[in-house]
């Protein structure tokens, strides 16, 4: 028997797969779906800072000014109780999903500026979560603002929801920081338990006959798994946290690529939205021969083995990489390149 246990957050959980923040979470009976095929524990999608603001607004301007001014308009409005806000409706799936399944649920908050909304991860643990995911989403396009200064900003938000829970919490972060391992030391300093590696920017497209930016969201492929890869694996051992890996996770292959660089668990949204929920079965058959055929007892023996610190040649991860493959293009073997 193939032993596929890992820790992450501080849950012991029955293997390394986590399906993470999606539309999937929508739906509690999809959950327990998840639940029932293997997953080891679930990140619910996102409550965003513009929702709770937006609500909150909503609301206090429909308790203060509608019930005298606009006493007409008024009976347009449904009764307070039956004002079903998203936020209220999301905290009410939180419990529903915690009733529903044995393993761990995961909140997820997504935002970027302290402020009331942070309220909401204490909420979200009241409402049973086990443990919270913060997303932390910003794109600088103020040239008066300095990298440090945002990364203060970032800090300042994951203190804020810190102090809020008492659950653990782990925080999602983009890849494009100057120092990305400072950078998840200092979350990790400032209360974060784990750190998920890496949101994905979805990039808009230009539209030229509408003259239109559109949004453009695609699935992602493996390849885009290099990228949190070689960031874990430079990570693993230097920073007190525990890390997920996100974005490119599509095989039981791309699982045990996350766990050899250093991650505790890989999380999967693309896979599972466009192949099925099913999927999370076959990764764990996979999985299993996989390690049966290469000699492992467990899958915690291979944690962090092909990390920056254990490989041979740590310069693979490095500058000199970098060069190498250039390099590598004048010899390419094709024989297409111009001599
Ligand atoms: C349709 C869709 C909705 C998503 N919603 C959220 C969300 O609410 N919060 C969040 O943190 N990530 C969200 N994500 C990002 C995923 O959790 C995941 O990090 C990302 O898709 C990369 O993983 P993948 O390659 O397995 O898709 C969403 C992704 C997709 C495709």
Known sequence: MIDLTTRYMGFNLK????????????????????????????????????????????????????????????????????????????LERVRKAVETVDIPVIGSLNG???????????????AGAKGLELNIYYIPTDPDVSGSEIEERYLEVVREVRAKIRIPLAVKIGPFFSAPVHM?????????????????????????????VEPHLVYSNSSELRLPLRWTAIMYGKIPADMAIT????THIDV????????????????LLKNGIERIGD????????????????????EGSMSHESVAAPDAYER???????????SDPTGWLPS
């Open 283 to 302: 990764i764990i058959i996979d999985l299993e021969m996989w390690l049966e055929d290469h000699g492992y007892n467990s899958i915690a023996e291979m």
């Open 320 to 330: 000199a990489n970098y060069m190498k493959v250039l390099h590598s293009w004048r």
């Open 256 to 271: 045990l690529k996350c766990m050899m660089a250093g991650a505790n668990v890989a999380q999967m949204a693309s896979e």
């Open 247 to 250: 974005s490119g996770v599509h």
């Open 112 to 126: 970027i500026t302290t402020g009331g909304w942070a309220e909401y991860a204490t909420l979200i643990e009241e």
């Open 15 to 90: 293997n390394p797969i986590v399906p993470s923040a999606s539309p999937l979470m929508e739906n509690v009976d999809a959950m327990k779906r998840m639940e029932d095929v293997g997953a080891a524990a679930l990140v619910m999608n996102s409550l965003f800072e513009e929702q709770i603001i937006k609500e909150s607004a909503g609301l206090h301007h429909y308790m203060e000014y509608g019930n005298e001014s606009f006493a007409e308009a008024l009976s347009y409005f449904p009764e307070p109780d039956e004002f079903k806000l998203e936020t209220e409706s999301y």
């Open 184 to 212: 998840a030391k200092q979350f990790a300093l400032n209360g974060a338990n784990a750190i998920v590696l890496f949101n994905r920017f979805y990039q808009p497209d230009l539209n030229l006959e509408t003259l239109e």
